[in-house]
């Protein structure tokens, strides 16, 4: 659940992408996160029986707007639990190094807003509760939440989260790029060689058009775009074992050869500055045609008057297949009782009831199968160009693995991804450094 800015951007989701990364650092202290234990004894309630929890959310502007009413109300209808909830003197993108010191502190929250990536090395804290006791209620409805939602929320079997906010990419397009190259403009069911030879026949060097673009940092935003390849391809992050790489392979060979072909052509926009603002400034004046995006964008198409569309990311076979990167409510452990009370408030927050107010006010996707069904979901998408193709794409999304090694095998990736798409080196080159360092990194994590 992350705000959007003045102009529409959900600020911190760019950042969130690059920061991926950070959680190596994060790593590092893990034995420190390990030797917390529980902030609090197994009481909780006070004299009258009412138990409080402290909520870290990291939301400014309509985001926390929108969640101090939903807390509010949560408070008014449930006496016997008092919500305290507050950004916790941070933005959701800072929150990590927060929760860091609390954990070192023995003072942390009951839930805080962590990002998917993160909660990996948090889960090392014995501080971090395991939600295995409450996730079969029926109260809870743990299944209703989107597949790949669940998963950001799950270390080695265990829930150790509620989800959050779940997004997804897909491929938005400027309709008048397409219109002035004489261009048929892309469907459902295209696929990658489609987006090649589209990408190639928009480029015109000597007006400055890329056929696309990519983030060429080589962080996180430049990574997760492979991996819907990969995937289908029949690889994976890692191996069953998580022993080694799953894409030292021709998933792997197939999917960097896929992105080499785009800079053969040199019909990709190499965004290499942190963020990929220069990217979507290039789409929103007609300089890049498509690109691989989230819904956080569309607001800043709508608001730039963008003659823009969505479609599915493309495929090697026509079958759907995307990324999400979800973020989750992490509760922390501060004794029994006050478990069970954030568990009844998460659960309350992330109800289809709530769940939908969030969505639309806050501009999310819903996280719960269930609110997609609900008519104001339905009406909503329907006033925003490309909203329902996102909502859409939520039923065959897949997410990364949440692991604690994963930063250090997404930075040799990126850095790979970027060979190709700079045409400075060969799939197979390429492919053979990323498992040479990430490999070691898996066999030696703990």
Not at 65 to 86: G, R, Y
Not at 309 to 324: C, D, N, Q, Y
Not at 366 to 391: A, D, N, Y
Request: with cysteine; net charge negative.
């Amino acid at each position: 659940m992350t705000e959007y800015n003045a102009s529409g951007r959900r600020p911190t989701r760019r950042q969130f992408l690059r920061g991926g990364l950070a959680v190596a650092a994060v790593a590092g202290a893990a034995p420190v996160l390990s030797a917390c234990g529980g902030g609090g004894d197994e009481g909780g309630t006070d004299a009258g029986g009412v138990v409080t929890i402290t909520m870290w959310h990291g939301q400014a502007d309509q985001g926390k707007e929108t969640l101090d009413k939903l807390v509010a109300d949560f408070n008014a209808s449930h006496p016997k639990i008092k919500v305290d909830a507050s950004s916790g003197g941070v933005l959701a993108d800072s929150m990590l190094q927060k929760i860091t010191t609390a954990l070192s502190s023995g003072q942390y929250p009951d839930v805080a807003y962590i990002f998917g990536p993160d909660i990996a090395s948090l889960a090392r804290s014995k501080a971090v509760a395991d939600l295995s006791p409450y996730t079969g209620a029926a109260s809870v409805r743990w299944d209703d939440f989107w597949p790949a939602a669940r998963e950001a929320a799950t270390v080695d079997g265990k829930p150790r989260a509620f989800p959050a906010l779940v997004d997804n990419l897909c491929v938005a397009y400027n309709k008048k790029v397409f219109q002035d190259a004489g261009v048929q403009p892309p469907a459902a069911g295209w696929t990658w060689d489609d987006f090649i030879a589209t990408a190639k026949s928009l480029t015109n060097p000597g007006k400055g058009v890329f056929g696309t673009g990519w983030p060429g940092v080589g962080d996180e935003d430049c990574v997760w775009r492979i991996w819907p390849m990969v995937w289908e391809l029949g690889g994976d992050v890692v191996t069953a074992d998580r022993k080694a790489i799953g894409f030292d392979n021709d998933a792997g060979i197939k999917s960097l050869t896929t992105i080499n072909r785009l800079g053969k052509d040199k019909s990709v926009y190499v965004d290499t500055k942190p963020g990929s603002e220069t990217l979507y400034q290039l789409f929103n004046n007609g300089k890049v045609a498509m690109v691989a995006t989230g819904p956080w964008q569309l607001p800043d198409f709508v608001d730039n008057k963008i003659d823009y569309e969505v479609v599915p990311l493309p495929s090697f076979s026509g079958k759907p297949i995307t990324i999400a990167g979800p973020d989750t409510w992490t509760i922390f452990d501060n004794g029994k009782a006050r478990v069970q009370a954030t568990v009844e408030f998460i659960s309350w927050l992330t109800d289809s009831a709530q769940d939908i107010q969030w969505a639309i006010t806050a501009g999310s996707l819903p996280l719960r199968t269930s609110t997609v069904q609900k008519p104001e979901w339905t009406s909503h998408v329907e006033e925003t160009v490309g909203l329902k193709t996102f909502s859409e794409a939520l039923a065959y999304a897949k997410t990364r693995p949440t692991i604690r090694a994963y930063p250090r095998i997404s930075q040799p990736l990126g850095q790979a991804i970027v060979e190709m798409l700079l045409d400075k080196s060969t799939p197979q080159d390429s492919l053979r450094k990323v498992a040479q360092s990430a490999n070691v990194a898996l066999q030696t994590s703990g």
